[in-house]
């Protein structure tokens, strides 16, 4: 009986020691898969930090541009005011020339 009851307990202890070391082979997998998560976000966080470095340049560029169209407005406004100002000029020149005529 002590025979058997030894028998038993290899067994069980066999068991044991597959139902161990097939947590530790699972393990061993879900270790090489966090692995590549882990390299896989790596990547992912340094084109996020490329795509932001690109997207604070364009916004500059975009800020430069409206800064550029606005004085280019400014700008043609008061051309076009003195060129108002001169059309005036000229006509009332062009008046007093007809008049001493």
Do not use: C, P, W
Not at 47 to 54: I, M, N, P, S, T
Not at 64 to 72: E, G, V
């Amino acid at each position: 009986q002590l025979v058997i009851e030894i028998e038993n307990k290899k067994r069980e202890i066999l068991g044991k020691d597959q139902a161990i070391a097939s947590l530790k082979q699972s393990l061993g997998v879900m270790d090489e898969r966090i692995d590549k998560m882990q390299s896989n976000l790596d990547s992912k966080t340094e084109q996020l930090q490329e795509l932001r470095a690109v997207l604070n340049k364009k916004s500059e560029e975009l800020d430069d541009y409206k800064n550029k169209t606005q004085n280019l407005s400014s700008k043609e406004d008061t051309y076009n005011e003195r060129l108002i100002e001169r059309e005036q000029e000229i006509r009332e020149l062009r008046h007093q020339f007809g008049a001493i005529q």
